[in-house]
């Protein structure tokens, strides 16, 4: 299965630090992405490169697990990750591009479906799901930001 991709960005009217630092705080996430159920640290550091996250998220009721380690930081500018476990590899990040009304928030997500687990018909499916779910993050990413 060749890897799947989906770009999105979306005008806030707030600084780059403040949406970088909203952003980068982990206890936002289940409440931004829809289906989250888990997204803790492992050990005690929680920022910066090299941070991990122990992830759990549950599409179509079947709850799919991840290690996930953050291999960028640069404050206020970018924040990314790379899969270091799990049945989904993936690798993302969000960029944060400074405009005369605020910030323009990147989000780039690039992801392998197991091709042994999802036929092509399953994989196009599940791409819509996870599109849907990250446009919508970044709605409530806004909606915070400038409330």
Same mark, same amino acid.
């Given at each position: 299965?060749?890897?799947?991709?989906?770009?999105?960005?979306?005008?806030?009217?707030?600084?780059?630090?403040?949406?970088?630092?909203?952003?980068?705080?982990?206890?936002?996430?289940?409440?931004?992405?829809?289906?989250?159920?888990?997204?803790?640290?492992?050990?005690?550091?929680?920022?910066?490169?090299?941070?991990?996250?122990?992830?759990?998220?549950?599409?179509?009721?079947?709850?799919?697990?991840?290690?996930? /380690?953050?291999?960028?930081? *640069?404050?206020?500018?970018? +924040?990314?990750? %790379?899969? !270091? #476990?799990?049945?989904?590899?993936?690798?993302?990040?969000?960029?944060?591009?400074?405009?005369?009304?605020?910030?323009?928030?990147?989000?780039?997500?690039?992801?392998?479906?197991?091709?042994?687990?999802?036929?092509?018909?399953?994989?196009?499916?599940?791409?819509?799901?996870? /599109?849907?779910?990250?446009? *919508?993050?970044?709605?409530? +990413?806004?909606? %915070?930001? !400038? #409330?």
């Amino acid at each position: 299965m060749a890897k799947l991709e989906f770009e999105s960005a979306i005008d806030v009217n707030a600084t780059p630090e403040r949406a970088f630092d909203y952003v980068a705080d982990h206890r936002h996430v289940a409440g931004v992405l829809d289906g989250v159920t888990r997204w803790q640290p492992i050990g005690a550091r929680t920022t910066g490169v090299g941070a991990r996250y122990d992830v759990e998220m549950v599409t179509f009721g079947v709850p799919l697990r991840n290690v996930l /380690r953050l291999s960028m930081w *640069r404050r206020p500018e970018a +924040i990314a990750w %790379v899969s !270091e #476990s799990g049945l989904i590899k993936q690798e993302g990040g969000f960029r944060f591009v400074r405009t005369d009304d605020g910030v323009r928030v990147e989000l780039h997500i690039a992801y392998e479906p197991p091709a042994s687990v999802l036929g092509a018909a399953v994989a196009r499916r599940f791409d819509g799901l996870v /599109r849907g779910r990250l446009e *919508r993050a970044l709605l409530r +990413i806004r909606h %915070v930001l !400038e #409330s």
